[in-house]
Structure formats: structure tokens, C-alpha cells
């Protein structure tokens, strides 16, 4: 015997429809309307922080940033409500910047400078790709990502060296140069030593002796070299990646356009859909 659905089941199927549907002429319009907010509330953060603005706007701008906290906070709702796997999205990279937009405005109550930090709803633009429907760039943003993740172990291992690395020439750099030269403390010939390596030279310190001078051309010149390390295990990865996956390998989900990488994949990691393998 067939199940009658209840109100609940069919209000949350018609959410469903509108908020992951990107292939519906509701869920495109509730997505532009939803990327128009964002850029909106993007917007107001960055006015506010004019003074001239804000003091002539500031109720304003304001209550505009209320209104658009509670769409927000109603959409966050509404995902968990109509997603067959609401945890998936609770815990999914969206899901986590979706709470994290809306929080900001809440906290200002104990910490009233927070309000600021609501520009983070930038990071929501990334929903541009998923939006529009380009799925060639859709599945070049998750190769990517499963490139960092794969290189990830490889890139921590090499920010610990360059940490010890600093730490040791920063401490050289102490002693050579001394207090005189502005290498007050072996944390301040830390810092100069980063910031020398990264090739930043910000200048507020600099080697006096003929000494420091040669040791610092050798770090700059170390520095050139440690740039592209990450740069090019993350590519290394990415290239392994795409000589691994061919293209019949990569799908997308048809109700919100994520990309994922396996045939075998049976439900989407992103929205929870079910995927029909071929």
C-alpha cells in the first residue's frame, strides 16, 4: 500500500525542489535572488566601515543587515529541514560557511565589533560555479580540492621545515647582528627571518654586518626556491589526479550540480540525492 505523504513531507519535497533544485526554474531563481544577497551583504560590511558612511547611514545600513541575517538564517533552516541527510550538510565546506555567515550579527550582542566579520559571507560567491551550472569548472574546483588534500601531508611536512629553518637562522641572526642592529630578541630575528624567506622584506629591519648581510642574500635566495615548493606538489598532485580520473569517471549530481569522482558513488556527498550509476 502506497504511503500518503503528510503536509510536512510535501512542504519539505517543495523546499527541496526550490533550494537544491539548481536544474528548476525555481531553484535557478531562488539561487540569483540568493547570489544577489550575498554580494548585497558583502556590500553593506564593506560601507559600514567607512565612517562618513556609517555615521549618516548607520540605522540604515543597520536594519538592512538584520533583514538579510534572518533570510539567511531562515535559508540555513530550510537546508537542514528539506535535506535527506540534513548532518551532510550541517558538516559539508557549504554548510559550515552558511552557519559561520550568520553567526557574526548574533554575537554582536556580547562582542559588538563582531558585526564586521560578517564579510566571511564572501566565501558564500563560491556557489557561483554551482549557480550557473558550469560544470566544467564544477569539476575542475573538486579535482582541485582533492588535489590539496592529497598534497596536504606533503605541504605540512614542508611548512616544518621551513619553521625550524626560521627558527635557526633567526636565533644565527641574533647573534650576529645583535640588539644594535634591531635584532632585539631571538622571536624579532624569527620574524625578520620570515619575513626575508617569503621574499616580503617589509624593511623595519635590516643587517648591518658584512656578516648578516651575506646570510640574509642567502635567504633570500632560499626564499625563490621555497615559494614554489607547495606550489609545485599541489600541481604534481592535480596532474596525477587527472592522468588517474578519466572523463566518463566524473559525474554531477542533478539536483544541485556537485561533482564527485567516483562511478560507484551512490548518493551525493553535498545535497544526499541519490545518483543513479550507469
Known amino acids: 500500500m502506497r504511503k500518503i505523504k503528510s503536509k510536512f513531507d510535501i512542504f519539505r519535497q517543495r523546499v527541496y525542489i526550490v533550494i537544491y533544485g539548481a536544474n528548476t526554474w525555481g531553484g535557478r531563481l531562488f539561487d540569483l535572488i540568493l547570489l544577489g544577497v550575498i554580494l548585497l551583504s558583502v556590500l553593506l560590511v564593506m560601507l559600514e566601515s567607512v565612517e562618513k558612511l556609517d555615521t549618516k547611514h548607520h540605522h540604515l545600513i543597520l536594519i538592512a543587515e538584520w533583514i538579510i541575517t534572518i533570510f539567511f538564517t531562515l535559508e540555513y533552516v530550510l537546508r537542514i529541514l528539506s535535506n535527506r541527510k540534513p548532518l551532510s550538510y550541517i558538516f559539508s565546506f557549504y554548510g559550515i560557511v552558511d552557519l559561520i555567515s550568520i553567526m557574526p550579527m548574533y554575537l554582536s ?6 558585526r564586521m566579520l560578517s564579510v566571511i559571507r564572501a566565501l558564500r560567491l563560491l556557489r557561483l560555479f554551482g549557480i550557473l551550472n558550469l560544470v566544467h569548472f564544477t569539476g575542475q574546483e573538486s579535482q582541485l580540492k582533492l588535489a590539496i588534500k592529497a598534497s596536504r601531508t606533503k605541504i605540512i611536512v614542508f611548512v616544518y621545515f ?7 637562522l633567526g636565533a644565527v641572526m641574533y647573534v650576529v647582528e645583535g640588539k644594535e642592529s634591531g635584532f632585539t630578541s631571538i622571536p624579532t630575528s624569527i620574524y625578520w627571518c620570515i619575513v626575508t624567506l617569503t621574499t616580503v622584506g617589509y624593511g623595519d629591519i635590516a643587517p648591518v654586518t658584512t656578516l648578516g648581510q651575506i646570510i640574509a642574500s642567502v635567504i633570500m635566495i632560499m626564499g625563490y626556491g621555497i615559494i614554489a615548493v607547495p606550489t609545485g606538489i599541489v600541481t604534481a598532485e592535480f596532474s596525477s589526479l ?9 559525474k554531477n549530481c542533478p539536483s544541485c550540480t556537485t561533482t564527485y569522482l567516483t562511478k560507484d558513488s551512490r548518493f551525493c556527498h553535498h545535497c544526499g540525492e541519490k545518483v543513479k550509476n550507469e
Do not use: E, Q, T, Y
Open 109 to 114: 550582542f556580547i562582542f559588538p565589533g563582531s
Open 242 to 250: 587527472k592522468n588517474k580520473v578519466n572523463d566518463d569517471a566524473i
Open 162 to 168: 621551513i619553521l625550524i629553518v626560521s627558527i635557526l
